[in-house]
Nanobody, 122 residues
């Protein structure tokens, strides 16, 4: 089992940028597919992006493509989400997740962090 801790959330104005980090501990980080999800109040958890074990396969939700960049440093047991051109609709709690398949649904991921709040003001 891997333990995940997100950081880097905060309040930013429309058009601004933030970088989220997800630090992992426990079982070998490099064996996991990693993903980012988000959940706004009253809405279901939504896929944001995911990255394969070595970083060779990356997939984004249409809503984040071109604005968000997912990356990972296996040597540091850390994954990142660089977010730019942020919009009010990006406001949500952002979760990192770890799994073993190249899926894009919450059910494809086994371990979750506690989440970090991102708020984009208009």
């Amino acid at each position: 089992q891997v333990q995940l801790v997100e950081s880097g959330g905060g309040l930013v104005q429309t058009g601004g940028s933030l970088r989220l980090s997800c630090a992992a501990s426990g079982r070998a980080f490099g064996t996991y597919v990693m993903g980012w999800f988000r959940q706004a109040p009253g809405k279901e958890r939504e896929f944001v992006a995911r990255i394969s074990w070595s970083g060779g396969s990356i997939y984004y939700a249409d809503s984040t493509k071109g604005r968000f960049t997912i990356s990972r440093e296996n040597a540091k047991n850390t994954m990142y989400l660089q977010m730019s051109d942020l919009k009010p609709e990006d406001t949500a709690v952002y979760y990192c997740a770890a799994g073993f398949s190249l899926g894009v649904t919450p059910a494809d991921f086994r371990s979750w962090g506690q989440g970090t709040q991102v708020t984009v003001s208009s």
